[in-house]
């Protein structure tokens, strides 16, 4: 087995983190599960469960990585000294196997969406519907979203192949910055925009009879997905760190994450009411309602190659830290080294993809009960999996470890006593009755 490496630096663990918490969840799903849940209403919801769940769960996650200095699969077990908690672990590394599965079919239509930029004809003076027609062409009847996501998942491989230090943190300390740069660019670009009133008002509108328990569920699946939360993925950067303070890692991680969550609502609400397009598209959003947006403005072809560059280099980013999950997970539990275990979770993650990807073509196979595969996968992990993963932890790290041992690695981490006491209470009652009610009202059993 080869020896663990960490990162060289806090600077280089906290890109390493907020790369792999922003990404298409920000700008992808963010805005398109806002849309389709009542817009000020969500963002409501959302805000409040970064704040009393998320932010812990970071902090959760992160310490059990740094306490247990393993692979994610054996993380839990051996923090709490009870092997019985691995299954924490296993259900992450399925989960993130399952993440990636959708994940690299929409990071694949961000590349295509850069190709057609660059082909600017296409997206020039197109009206919605044409791009509309556009987007399904490509999406659900040709070869090419297949030829994207492969790229993609081997570009990820090789990066991940780099090693913790070389590869993610390099990648990540050149990619952030850029990422921020793009995202308030384009912020200000929209407040320019006419009639585009009715977007804030959407965005920022508060209607509390809104608030139904399924965007209460939406909310909270995606501000887990957005923090990368509940698989392991926070974990195993938990446990590549050796020195730094863990709330204050957790609290710029959930800050940083939220502002480009916030910030992308910020782009997108404003400009598609602006043209009148509907803010309840859908999963589609971005690759059907932005070019019509790009299409009808002035510099359009320099705005759409901007934005579907800082949804790719997003993208790049989370995957790197998905990847490394079951790369790092595989290596551990079967002793082989990380190049022959990157590659087995290379070619699993491209037959997951493929079948994603296929599914989402008329009259594919893997439909099931009129939900594609890939819509399956996305509704499962973000809305439950990803939750109990968090939940699960709270539980291990608030009941099975004691609370002076607790107490003790929390300090070191650089946690305040004060804010101990406030900690224990949230890991240990209002994490897990939180998300277990949510989960239960949803299903009609409360
Ligand atoms: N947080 C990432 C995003 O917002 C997705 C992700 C989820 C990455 C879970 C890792 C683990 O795009």
């Given at each position: 087995?080869?020896?663990?490496?960490?990162?060289?630096?806090?600077?280089?663990?906290?890109?390493?983190?907020?790369?792999?918490?922003?990404?298409?969840?920000?700008?992808?799903?963010?805005?398109?599960?806002?849309?389709?849940?009542?817009?000020?209403?969500?963002?409501?919801?959302?805000?409040?469960?970064?704040?009393?769940?998320?932010?812990?769960?970071?902090?959760?996650?992160?310490?059990?990585?740094?306490?247990?200095?393993?692979?994610?699969?054996?993380?839990?077990?051996?923090?709490?000294?009870?092997?019985?908690?691995?299954?924490?672990?296993?259900?992450?590394?399925?989960?993130?196997?399952?993440?990636?599965?959708?994940?690299?079919?929409?990071?694949?239509?961000?590349?295509?969406?850069?190709?057609?930029?660059?082909?600017?004809?296409?997206?020039?003076?197109?009206?919605?519907?044409?791009?509309?027609?556009?987007?399904?062409?490509?999406?659900y009847s040709?070869?090419?979203?297949?030829?994207?996501?492969?790229?993609?998942?081997?570009?990820?491989?090789?990066?991940?192949?780099?090693?913790?230090?070389?590869?993610?943190?390099?990648?990540?300390?050149?990619?952030?910055?850029?990422?921020?740069?793009?995202?308030?660019?384009?912020?200000?670009?929209?407040?320019?925009?006419?009639?585009?009133?009715?977007?804030?008002?959407?965005?920022?509108?508060?209607?509390?009879?809104?608030?139904?328990?399924?965007?209460?569920?939406?909310?909270?699946?995606?501000?887990?997905?957005?923090?990368?939360?509940?698989?392991?993925?926070?974990?195993?950067?938990?446990?590549?760190?050796?020195?730094?303070?863990?709330?204050?890692?957790?609290?710029?991680?959930?800050?940083?994450?939220?502002?480009?969550?916030?910030?992308?609502?910020?782009?997108?609400?404003?400009?598609?009411?602006?043209?009148?397009?509907?803010?309840?598209?859908?999963?589609?959003?971005?690759?059907?309602?932005?070019?019509?947006?790009?299409?009808?403005?002035?510099?359009?072809?320099?705005?759409?190659?901007?934005?579907?560059?800082?949804?790719?280099?997003?993208?790049?980013?989370?995957?790197?830290?998905?990847?490394?999950?079951?790369?790092?997970?595989?290596?551990?539990?079967?002793?082989?080294?990380?190049?022959?275990?990157?590659?087995?979770?290379?070619?699993?993650?491209?037959?997951?993809?493929?079948?994603?990807?296929y599914s989402l073509t008329d009259g594919s196979l893997f439909n099931?009960?009129?939900?594609p595969?890939?819509?399956?996968?996305?509704?499962?992990?973000?809305?439950?999996?990803?939750?109990?993963?968090?939940?699960?932890?709270?539980?291990?790290?608030?009941?099975?470890?004691?609370?002076?041992?607790?107490?003790?690695?929390?300090?070191?981490?650089?946690?305040?006593?004060?804010?101990?006491?406030?900690?224990?209470?949230?890991?240990?009652?209002?994490?897990?009755?939180?998300?277990?009610?949510?989960?239960?009202?949803?299903?009609?059993?409360?």
């Amino acid at each position: 087995m080869e020896k663990r490496t960490s990162f060289s630096s806090k600077f280089g663990m906290l890109a390493a983190a907020v790369g792999s918490a922003v990404g298409l969840g920000n700008i992808w799903k963010f805005p398109y599960e806002a849309g389709a849940n009542g817009g000020g209403a969500f963002l409501v919801v959302y805000l409040i469960c970064v704040l009393v769940l998320g932010f812990p769960a970071l902090i959760t996650e992160l310490s059990i990585g740094r306490m247990a200095k393993t692979n994610s699969l054996d993380a839990c077990g051996k923090v709490s000294g009870r092997k019985g908690w691995n299954f924490i672990g296993y259900m992450g590394v399925f989960s993130a196997f399952m993440v990636m599965c959708f994940y690299f079919v929409v990071a694949g239509w961000s590349l295509e969406y850069i190709c057609q930029t660059f082909a600017s004809s296409t997206f020039r003076d197109m009206d919605a519907s044409s791009l509309e027609t556009l987007f399904n062409t490509f999406a659900y009847s040709s070869r090419r979203p297949y030829l994207w996501l492969i790229l993609f998942i081997i570009a990820t491989a090789i990066i991940v192949q780099l090693g913790v230090q070389k590869g993610i943190e390099k990648g990540s300390k050149i990619l952030m910055p850029m990422l921020f740069l793009i995202i308030v660019i384009l912020a200000i670009y929209v407040i320019f925009l006419p009639n585009n009133t009715e977007g804030y008002q959407f965005y920022l509108n508060f209607d509390i009879s809104k608030i139904t328990p399924s965007v209460i569920l939406s909310a909270l699946g995606q501000s887990f997905f957005s923090l990368s939360l509940g698989l392991g993925t926070i974990l195993i950067y938990g446990s590549y760190m050796n020195q730094g303070n863990v709330v204050g890692t957790s609290l710029q991680i959930a800050l940083l994450d939220t502002l480009i969550a916030v910030f992308a609502g910020f782009v997108i609400f404003p400009a598609v009411f602006a043209y009148g397009i509907a803010p309840t598209e859908g999963p589609s959003l971005a690759f059907i309602a932005l070019p019509a947006v790009f299409a009808q403005m002035p510099g359009g072809t320099f705005v759409s190659l901007m934005f579907f560059s800082l949804l790719t280099i997003g993208a790049l980013t989370s995957t790197i830290s998905l990847l490394e999950v079951l790369t790092a997970s595989f290596a551990d539990k079967f002793h082989i080294s990380r190049q022959r275990s990157n590659i087995i979770a290379t070619m699993l993650v491209i037959i997951g993809s493929c079948l994603c990807c296929y599914s989402l073509t008329d009259g594919s196979l893997f439909n099931f009960c009129g939900k594609p595969l890939f819509s399956w996968f996305e509704d499962i992990t973000s809305d439950y999996l990803l939750p109990l993963g968090g939940m699960f932890m709270a539980i291990m790290l608030g009941w099975a470890v004691s609370k002076e041992k607790l107490r003790t690695a929390m300090t070191d981490f650089g946690m305040k006593p004060w804010f101990f006491s406030i900690y224990l209470v949230l890991v240990r009652f209002v994490t897990p009755t939180a998300i277990l009610l949510i989960m239960l009202r949803q299903s009609g059993i409360l």
